[in-house]
């Protein structure tokens, strides 16, 4: 439902909105035009759903916490309160416990990047940090530059501050930077404005690919040339399967980037623990956006992240997560290629993620209720575009299900597929569809998952 514009509600004589309301919501009419941008996303609706046990979710990206040793997490906790407890309970500082911060700059090294402790402000999940840079930048009706598609997440905050997403073409390389050329030229012969260009470089959410090291460097000439900010949301980086990502942006070109990390995929969501590297100058405001948000970030879960950091095996710990995704991913691209190999897919070197895409008479939103009815569900690809692309495609996430489940999910999607194909096929009489059944494939019964 859309909020009603200002203009609709009554204005009285001496020029005061009168509440006109609605039966759901007697202050339907006192909002802020801003909080139209708060729609639900197609992710969140799923949830509910997605989230009874005899469905395979290939919906969310939940980490596969289970994972973790849980025994370290728990003595991280306890040493925490046993040694620190007035202080993981107190109020800290705007920009994150210190010790954390140093912390960060070595996890950041791994990428290349060389940062100072000072232009490290901790955040409330890298989401939270996205909330910052956007308040900071956006004013109403400016545009955000971001790969088609893009991360529902981020696209959210941008609109609810009121600005634009304008999508820029990648390919299995990632972002394309003769169409990022284009794309800042048509705008600005429009008289756009401009104001950063929002990237997930590596094992991008949703499309799972990575900006290769040829176009990094390409495109961050690009946006100095243009003088455009770069904000690189980089949380699945480290999660690599084969080769390493490419260094950071951030570490090609510190005072044009921000960026962004997370412990919520290395370590566990449930913290809330993220950060941003800035550049100087913008470190000191995001301090300030960050004290007028929250005061100061969680000390507790700070100063257990930095104990885990201290005391357990990270890296060891990222090993093992790397293992336990690639095996999942390998069993969704296996899976992919034994049911539905009329579809075509990107074969992600790491992260969470493959984008599928599907013949142009399907439409995964509107095939969505029938697999949820097969019990699997999907994110249908309308999520990650702000302009309505997306139709025939889908995000597939394989970070939590079992490899079996992934297995399991991906027969059952088989059958969905074909079953909209066949129907097509029947009723619209365009005898175009030849696409059969793929062979072998029994509908899966719904009990068959334990
Ligand atoms: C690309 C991207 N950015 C940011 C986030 C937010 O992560 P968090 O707030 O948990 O650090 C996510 C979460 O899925 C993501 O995929």
Not at 68 to 93: F, H, N, W
Not at 295 to 300: G, H, I, K
Request: proline share 7%; hydrophobic share 40%; charged share 20%.
């Amino acid at each position: 439902m859309e909020l009603l514009s200002r203009t609709d509600s009554a204005v009285t004589s001496d020029g005061v909105p009168q509440r006109t309301g609605n039966n759901l919501d007697p202050w339907y009419a006192n909002y802020a035009e801003r909080a139209a941008g708060f729609a639900a996303s197609e992710v969140r609706a799923l949830f509910a759903v997605a989230s009874r046990p005899e469905v395979v979710s290939l919906a969310g990206g939940m980490p596969f916490v289970s994972a973790l040793p849980q025994d370290l997490i728990t003595s991280s906790m306890d040493k925490v309160m046993r040694e620190q407890g007035p202080v993981a309970l107190q109020y800290g500082g705007g920009a994150g416990v210190p010790v954390l911060r140093e912390q960060i700059l070595e996890v950041m090294a791994i990428e290349g990047i060389d940062g100072t402790v000072d232009n490290v402000v901790t955040s409330t999940g890298s989401q939270q940090a996205l909330d910052f840079v956007a308040k900071l930048f956006l004013d109403p009706g400016d545009v955000v530059l971001a790969e088609a598609p893009s991360y529902v997440g981020a696209m959210g905050v941008f609109r609810s501050y009121q600005a634009s997403v304008v999508h820029v073409a990648m390919d299995e390389n990632g972002l394309i930077p003769e169409a990022l050329r284009q794309t800042i030229a048509h705008l600005r012969g429009q008289g756009r404005r401009i104001k950063f260009l929002y990237t997930i470089p590596n094992f991008h959410n949703p499309a799972g690919v990575t900006l290769s090291a040829e176009r990094r460097p390409e495109i961050l000439e690009i946006c100095r040339a243009n003088e455009i900010l770069v904000l690189e949301d980089n949380p699945y980086g480290l999660l690599h399967f084969d080769e390493p990502a490419p260094n950071a942006l951030r570490s090609l070109d510190p005072e044009g980037v921000i960026y962004l990390g997370s412990f919520s995929k290395t370590l566990a969501p449930g913290f809330r623990v993220g950060w941003a590297l800035a550049p100087h100058a913008i470190r000191e405001k995001l301090i300030l956006a960050a004290e007028s948000a929250v005061l100061s970030p969680s000390s507790f879960s700070q100063l257990v992240v930095s104990e885990y950091l201290a005391t357990a095996d990270w890296r060891g710990q990222i090993d093992t997560f790397r293992g336990v995704y690639r095996e999942r991913k390998d069993a969704m691209i296996e899976a992919l290629g034994e049911y539905l190999p009329q579809l075509s897919w990107t074969n992600p070197n790491g992260g969470f993620y493959v984008w599928v895409t599907m013949p142009d008479v399907l439409d995964s939103k509107q095939m969505l209720p029938r697999a949820v009815k097969e019990l699997v569900a999907y994110t249908p690809g309308t999520a990650f575009f702000a302009d309505g692309r997306g139709r025939h495609a889908m995000r597939l996430s394989f970070c939590y299900p079992t490899p079996e489940a992934i297995r399991l999910g991906v027969r059952r999607l088989a059958t969905v597929v074909n079953g909209e194909l066949d129907l097509l096929d029947t009723f619209a009489g365009t005898g175009t569809l030849q696409l059969p059944l793929t062979p072998g494939v029994e509908p899966a019964p719904p009990s068959d998952l334990k």
